[in-house]
């Protein structure tokens, strides 16, 4: 199978070009170092033909973890017999054609010793005919001796010449630049691509004047920083007040599909089983669905804008005072959705000593495996009221105060452990592009939020059922649930009680506390699983209105709060940890020492409301 090579700075579109010509959905996002690693397709139309996507890089002289992933499977392709090849697309920016020509220009050079045929692409022509500026591909590609195909990647214009234009045979590049290919004169490769882009590329500076009028406001110490606060704060208002609707629609759902599914089966074993287990655990946990699905649509909208890196300048100054940089901001902030690419995105920050630095941040970030476990604590313990005339609800100002919580105790590690010698390497100075202003299509940013809430849902739902299935059975057996207390689950439960007996929990609590270190989430599922078997005679009813009903104190809630803010309980996580930092190391430490340090906040959080 014959393959087709993207590659392109960041921010070029050329994940978005790879979605085009493969189908696929793989992640796009205005901001560099969103795509950490490669990802591979089949052409659609020709099945035949291999798509293969790079992370963006600058130059093939890699600076940055991800431009390092992608220079070295760059050229470990161009080593294979000629003839496998197709072509390789190097993806430029038209609005901004001296930067991707600069990487152009050392991809073409590459392409010609290696022998393999290589295309330029010209993407973002639709910004540029809403502006009434074009390319002079023609001029361009006689220029270069190389075919230059002007698109745009989002509308689709163009992107079928790509293929028709590579399976018809492309020539491999004849005339031989000045340049050293292994000395890489940064000079020399700036001067040609910027005397190329004033030749052939948009007139004007239209496009730059507009972006810097907004960087004057967005980048301001004092109007830049009030807006990033004002963004966080409707971020996390958004989270209660818009999916309040929505998770109100899944739990009515729920409950009337289990008002209807529940009456077809006879008493017995399977009707409790699917009423406590399948209702009672995995339906808890999809109620708060819905929070996940609109904190990644405005993640997505901030990342697609282009302001995301704007907030990372913002950042970057106080972060600067913990020990960490601006750029460590995109991979705490996508923490919030998931620890995982969060800790992928650490790539981008070059310094090596910042970027172990932002591995002890990020499994403190408020992740979205925390969020059903944080809603429906809210839920049950703080009254859905608002302040202000109705402007400011108290359950959104609580989810904002937890998320607050985290992102402090990230800091604060971060900054203790940064007077230590942590890591390994020399530091390097903080350098970020700034990715044009761009408005996102509802659209794909539907489809983001749609797809990784999905994700999600695939993720998590197979591990809270089974889950749910076993903490069931262990409820359920050997009295068949008469007696929860005296079942198998009860005897483990009284086992492992007196742990959490100083934060005011009793032994039900401490089961779904044992089970979410498998996955934070599995606390709901396994804590619905119990309360359902244990009110087995009752009618469905939603999870935090038991909880209500229990009598667990306000003090334990809080404890409940600090713990599973700080606990490192995600063994996906500290899997990737050991991954990218080559050692179990930091993995063993983090998961022992947060564990500590989240019961010590804990029982102290508990210890503080009771004395009061």
């Excluded at 819905?290 to 950042?315: H, K, N, W």
């Excluded at 940089?325 to 090596?352: D, H, N, Q, W």
């Excluded at 230590?420 to 903080?430: E, I, T």
Aim: glycine share 10%; charged share 15%.
């Amino acid at each position: 199978m014959k393959q087709l090579l993207l590659v392109g700075s960041p921010n070029s579109g050329k994940s978005m070009l790879f979605n085009r010509l493969t189908g696929m959905n793989q992640r796009v996002a205005n901001f560099p170092g969103i795509t950490v690693d490669t990802s591979t397709g089949p052409a659609v139309g020709r099945s035949d033909l291999l798509v293969v996507d790079f992370p963006g890089a600058y130059s093939l002289t890699p600076l940055s973890g991800e431009e390092q992933v992608a220079v070295d499977a760059f050229y470990k392709l161009l080593d294979v017999p000629v003839g496998h090849i197709e072509a390789v697309v190097c993806v430029v920016d038209a609005t901004r054609m001296e930067k991707g020509l600069v990487f152009a220009l050392q991809v073409r050079e590459a392409c010609r010793r290696a022998g393999h045929p290589v295309m330029i692409v010209t993407n973002m022509h639709d910004v540029l005919e809403r502006h009434n500026q074009s390319v002079d591909a023609e001029g361009l590609s006689q220029r270069l001796d190389m075919p230059v195909i002007p698109i745009s990647a989002k509308s689709g214009v163009g992107v079928d010449q790509i293929i028709t234009r590579s399976g018809q045979g492309i020539e491999v590049p004849k005339s031989e630049l000045k340049e050293d290919l292994i000395a890489f004169d940064a000079s020399v490769f700036r001067n040609l691509a910027e005397s190329l882009a004033n030749e052939f590329g948009p007139k004007g500076d239209y496009l730059l004047l507009v972006h810097n009028r907004a960087d004057q406001f967005f980048l301001s110490t004092l109007t830049g920083g009030l807006s990033f606060l004002l963004i966080m704060f409707l971020l996390f208002q958004a989270i209660f007040s818009w999916a309040a609707p929505l998770m109100d629609g899944v739990e009515s759902l729920i409950g009337l599909t289990a008002d209807s599914v529940l009456p077809l089966i006879p008493s017995g074993m399977l009707h409790d089983f699917v009423k406590d287990a399948l209702f009672g655990g995995l339906g808890a946990f999809l109620v708060f669905v819905p929070q996940i699905f609109i904190l990644t649509l405005i993640v997505g909208f901030m990342e697609d804008s282009g302001y995301l890196a704007r907030a990372a300048v913002i950042c970057h100054r106080p972060l600067r005072a913990f020990g960490l940089t601006g750029k460590s901001f995109v991979p705490m902030l996508s923490g919030v959705a998931c620890a995982i690419p969060g800790i992928y995105a650490a790539r981008t920050i070059e310094s090596p000593r910042r970027r172990w630095l932002t591995y002890f941040a990020i499994p403190l970030m408020p992740c979205s495996a925390r969020l059903p476990v944080y809603g429906l604590l809210i839920v049950a313990f703080i009254p859905n009221e608002s302040l202000l005339g109705g402007a400011v609800g108290l359950q959104g100002l609580a989810m904002l105060a937890i998320y607050l919580f985290g992102i402090f105790m990230a800091l604060l590690v971060v900054s203790l452990l940064s007077r230590v010698k942590v890591g390994k390497g020399s530091d390097l100075p903080f350098v970020l592009e700034m990715p044009p202003y761009r408005l996102p299509g509802a659209k794909t940013l539907g489809q983001l939020a749609w797809s990784r809430s999905g994700d999600f849902v695939k993720r998590a739902g197979p591990v809270i059922f089974w889950v749910s299935v076993v903490v069931w059975v262990l409820g359920y057996f050997p009295n068949q649930g008469a007696n929860l207390g005296e079942s198998w689950l009860g005897a483990i439960g009284k086992f492992i009680a007196p742990i959490f007996e100083p934060i005011g929990l009793d032994w039900k609590y401490g089961v779904a506390i044992i089970a979410s270190f498998l996955a934070r989430e599995v606390f709901v599922g396994t804590l619905g699983t119990l309360y359902g078997i244990e009110g087995a005679e009752e009618e469905f009813t939603s999870l935090a209105q038991q909880i209500q009903d229990s009598g667990i104190s306000l003090a334990s809630g809080v404890a409940l709060f600090v713990f599973f803010a700080i606990a490192a309980q995600c063994v996906s996580t500290l899997a990737t940890l050991r991954r990218e930092s080559g050692s179990w190391s930091l993995p063993a430490g983090l998961f022992v020492g947060y564990g500590v340090l989240a019961y010590s906040l804990a029982f102290v959080a508990f210890t503080l409301i009771v004395g009061d």
